[in-house]
């Protein structure tokens, strides 16, 4: 049970899970075929009761929604991928913001997840993690703040929330870069995705990350890391792709991070929102109901619902 003098809200903290222990959207060979309609029995098979959205899902509202509604499930977050550091790229991530906007409200959810993918190396396969990953100049930092904010006003005037979700391989990455972003951006506008599982492979500590900004904290990625995986990457140079094929990622509960302080944290903040759990695993080599139904036992065990 959570150690601290409040509890999270079993009421105001649904549970839910990403479709990338089923298969991978930035690397579309990490997959063995399971489609739209087996991930998400699975996933309400395991205990869930909400998902992001995955490449395989109907793009269109009016079929997904009932196909959710029918396994008791709703969508907890779209993501969108921003390009304000790369100049004549702005549009796109404007229009295609916009069409997200759209989807989320007809969806019925709040939360808009996105992340600076101008400049990143992640979804490159052969390029380093570590030794590659951009740093923004100071004129990328203020493009890049200046759009979160104008998506920030976007979002609050359509009855949504921006959340921005820091990412191996991009130029917000380390505990620095998300200090830099938090402290830059008005907190009525941008609000922080903590993804405990990125920010503890990109060196940062997740527990202090959660005390420093735990009342700007409106959406939550639970993963872990194996730590030996960790030293490997750096060790051998790894690509995230390589990353992720040696494992770096499992389920809370399986890996290196002690997530009792952080949901002690993150009640002391009074978090109110989805807690999803992601590990992008290849399933070839994890499967991914029975990593599915570890998380949610884990979930039980450790906050009591």
Same mark, same amino acid.
């Given at each position: 049970?959570?150690?601290?003098?409040?509890?999270?809200?079993?009421?105001?903290?649904?549970?839910?899970?990403?479709?990338?222990?089923?298969?991978?959207?930035?690397?579309?060979?990490?997959?063995?075929?399971?489609?739209?309609?087996? #991930?998400?029995?699975?996933?309400?098979?395991?205990?869930?009761?909400? #998902?992001?959205?995955?490449?395989?899902?109907?793009?269109?509202?009016?079929?997904?929604?009932?196909?959710?509604?029918?396994?008791?499930?709703?969508?907890?977050?779209?993501?969108?991928?921003?390009?304000?550091?790369?100049?004549?790229?702005?549009?796109?991530?404007?229009?295609?913001?916009?069409?997200?906007?759209?989807?989320?409200?007809?969806?019925?959810?709040?939360?808009?997840?996105?992340?600076?993918?101008?400049?990143?190396?992640?979804?490159?396969?052969?390029?380093?993690?570590?030794?590659?990953?951009?740093?923004?100049?100071?004129?990328?930092?203020?493009?890049?703040?200046?759009?979160?904010?104008?998506?920030?006003?976007?979002?609050?005037?359509?009855?949504?929330?921006? #959340?921005?979700?820091?990412?191996?391989?991009?130029?917000?990455?380390?505990?620095?870069?998300?200090?830099?972003?938090?402290?830059?951006?008005?907190?009525?506008?941008?609000?922080?995705?903590?993804?405990?599982?990125?920010?503890?492979?990109?060196?940062?500590?997740?527990?202090?990350?959660?005390?420093?900004?735990?009342?700007?904290?409106?959406?939550?990625?639970?993963?872990?890391?194996?730590?030996?995986?960790?030293?490997?990457?750096?060790?051998?140079?790894?690509?995230?792709?390589?990353?992720?094929?040696?494992?770096?990622?499992?389920?809370?509960?399986?890996?290196?991070?002690?997530?009792?302080?952080?949901?002690?944290?993150?009640?002391?903040?009074?978090?109110?929102?989805?807690?999803?759990?992601?590990?992008?695993?290849?399933?070839?080599?994890?499967?991914?109901?029975?990593?599915?139904?570890?998380?949610?036992?884990?979930?039980?065990?450790?906050?009591?619902?």
């Amino acid at each position: 049970m959570n150690t601290g003098s409040k509890t999270l809200d079993p009421k105001k903290v649904p549970f839910g899970i990403t479709p990338t222990l089923w298969w991978n959207d930035d690397f579309p060979s990490i997959d063995i075929g399971v489609t739209f309609g087996e #991930c998400v029995s699975e996933m309400a098979l395991a205990g869930f009761v909400g #998902c992001s959205v995955g490449h395989k899902y109907p793009t269109d509202p009016k079929v997904l929604k009932p196909a959710l509604e029918l396994r008791g499930l709703r969508v907890s977050e779209p993501w969108v991928s921003t390009y304000f550091t790369i100049k004549e790229m702005k549009q796109r991530t404007l229009h295609t913001f916009h069409q997200q906007m759209k989807f989320l409200k007809e969806m019925g959810a709040t939360d808009m997840v996105v992340a600076e993918f101008g400049q990143a190396v992640n979804p490159l396969p052969a390029v380093s993690i570590f030794a590659n990953r951009p740093i923004f100049t100071d004129h990328q930092w203020s493009e890049l703040l200046n759009g979160l904010e104008e998506l920030g006003r976007l979002s609050n005037d359509n009855g949504l929330r921006l #959340c921005y979700h820091p990412h191996m391989g991009t130029g917000v990455m380390i505990e620095e870069d998300v200090d830099r972003l938090m402290e830059n951006t008005n907190p009525d506008l941008v609000h922080l995705l903590l993804d405990t599982g990125h920010l503890a492979f990109a060196g940062a500590d997740p527990l202090r990350v959660t005390r420093k900004y735990g009342r700007r904290i409106k959406h939550i990625h639970l993963k872990d890391v194996r730590a030996d995986v960790v030293t490997r990457v750096h060790k051998e140079h790894l690509s995230f792709y390589d990353a992720i094929e040696a494992g770096v990622f499992t389920v809370p509960g399986d890996g290196a991070i002690d997530f009792v302080p952080i949901f002690a944290a993150l009640a002391e903040a009074d978090f109110e929102g989805w807690l999803v759990i992601e590990a992008e695993q290849d399933p070839a080599k994890a499967n991914p109901l029975k990593y599915a139904k570890m998380a949610r036992s884990y979930l039980h065990e450790t906050l009591g619902w």
